[in-house]
């Protein structure tokens, strides 16, 4: 059985928020991204879909399209 995260059932802060929005931005993986805010990847999801934030790559060409 898995062990639940410290914050688990616990109210998003500010702050918490904050770091989420920074580390999304950043392309960090859902997975690292609940290991830093001690959060479910489940958790990290339905937070990012509630505040409108994307967890898709920015640096990445579109339809795998390189530049030549």
């Known amino acids: 059985m ?9 109210n998003w802060s500010q702050e918490e928020i904050q770091e989420l929005k920074m580390l999304a931005e950043g392309n ?5 991204i609940g290991m830093k805010l001690q959060r ?7 937070k ?3 505040e409108n934030i994307s967890l898709k790559p920015t640096n ?3 339809y ?3 530049p030549k």
Do not use: A
């Open 28 to 32: 960090t993986p859902t997975r690292i």
């Open 60 to 62: 990445q060409s579109p």
């Open 40 to 46: 479910t990847e489940d958790s990290i999801r339905s």
């Open 2 to 10: 898995h062990k639940k995260p410290k914050n688990h059932n616990k």
């Open 64 to 66: 795998n399209k390189r």
């Open 48 to 50: 990012v879909f509630d």
